[in-house]
């Protein structure tokens, strides 16, 4: 029996599946929050990655306050104009200045900045379409000292804090997480009129389940209303087809409801974003840790992305819970619904959760005293190497939003 205190009982609650509403929703990599999330994650895998390489491990800092201000365009159809740029500032915290080194983390975090816009979103150009800018103050003294001597394997906790995950994903969950992440890669390969910001809200009543696209279009790529129609009707036929390979419930697809085709009042973008025009962002107000936003699941409302991966309960634990429960359904039979919930206390090893509180729905001929055992053993396992998750998040191994 583990020393840890780890709970696993049956949830008192129906599974997922078996509610008669469900509703999720996830905002892709061009949406304002997910453009302010990426760029945290980014800046502070960067500084993660700068501190190993001079002194050997990662130093106090967090860049999850990552704001983004809208701009101004003028689309058109054939091309428009950028008319006033976004304006993203990367706020938070780092160690500039350690064993009579100087490190220069702002330079760092504008450079990693610059290199995740123009991979993930090139159709933003940095410097013209979007002007970022960098204010880290200094770290802070205290929370050094929860990091550990250089001697002690596991660190600190840095906040009396909880992380949370489950699995499986519902069919709903499959539909709008992969609809969103196949539109952003392989269907953008070949319809270059798609923009990255691309949200979808999905829907289950009963076995009916409806899915809303917001998709922005790229002026640049759409010659007139004609090819606006065409190129959503794609959208949507490209939606109903993956939803397909999830489900067999009956699914409807609705792309850019709010368009007005006949007045011309359509979701036509200039940089295929909504944050050239209106629309602000900020980290964690978008998808959590898993990718999605989920109103039926328990949920943590930490901002993921940006945070220290050493220490921070707000990162380590909503992934590490995440994983586990991923773990536990592909390890143990007969697990309907899983939801792990891990509960930190600030100054205790992070391997030492306050409470592993893990909820379960089995099989109507499994029992859950049948699977405790193993459960435990998992969940005792991913906490023993909880460490691990520091080093996959610095090899960029895990997404955080």
Do not use: W
Request: charged residues 30%; proline residues 3%; aromatic residues 4%.
């Amino acid at each position: 029996m583990s020393e840890r205190n780890i709970r696993v009982e049956p949830i008192d609650r129906r599974a997922v599946e078996d509610q008669e509403v469900e509703i999720v929703e996830r905002k892709g990599i061009g949406h304002p929050d997910s453009i302010c999330d990426g760029i945290a994650e980014s800046v502070a895998g960067a500084l993660a990655r700068e501190y190993l390489e001079r002194v050997g491990k990662v130093l106090h800092f967090n860049t999850d306050e990552t704001q983004l201000v809208a701009g101004e365009a003028a689309p058109a159809f054939g091309g428009g104009e950028v008319v006033d740029p976004i304006y993203l500032l990367i706020v938070g915290r780092a160690t500039k200045h350690y064993g009579g080194q100087t490190i220069p983390a702002e330079r760092i975090a504008l450079t990693a900045a610059r290199e995740y816009l123009e991979r993930e979103l090139p159709q933003l150009v940095f410097g013209e379409d979007i002007v970022v800018d960098v204010k880290l103050g200094a770290g802070s003294g205290d929370l050094q000292d929860v990091f550990g001597e250089e001697e002690v394997q596991v660190p600190m906790a840095n906040d009396t804090s909880f992380g949370v995950g489950h699995a499986p994903l519902s069919e709903t969950e499959e539909i709008v997480y992969n609809a969103e992440r196949r539109l952003n890669t392989e269907f953008a390969v070949e319809n270059p009129s798609l923009g990255t910001d691309v949200k979808i809200m999905g829907k289950r009543e009963g076995d009916q389940i409806d899915v809303t696209v917001a998709a922005a279009m790229v002026d640049e790529h759409v010659a007139d209303i004609d090819a606006y129609v065409e190129a959503v009707d794609a959208v949507r036929a490209f939606v109903a087809d993956v939803a397909s390979e999830y489900t067999d419930r009956e699914v409807t697809v609705d792309v850019n409801t709010a368009d007005d085709v006949e007045s011309g009042s359509i979701y036509l973008t200039v940089t295929g974003t909504s944050a050239e025009q209106g629309d602000d962002g900020s980290v964690g107000r978008g998808n959590r840790a898993n990718g999605l936003i989920t109103p039926n699941r328990s949920m943590s409302m930490e901002a993921t992305s940006g945070k220290n991966p050493v220490n921070h309960i707000g990162k380590i634990y909503n992934l590490l819970a995440t994983d586990i429960a991923e773990d536990v359904v592909s390890e143990v039979d007969g697990i309907r619904d899983l939801r792990v919930r891990l509960l930190s206390q600030i100054g205790r090893p992070i391997d030492q959760p306050h409470v592993a509180d893990i909820h379960v729905v089995t099989d109507d001929d499994i029992a859950v005293s049948d699977v405790r055992a193993d459960v435990e053993s998992i969940v005792d396992d991913g906490l023993a190497n909880v460490t691990t998750i520091t080093q996959r998040v610095i090899d960029g191994e895990l997404d955080t939003f």
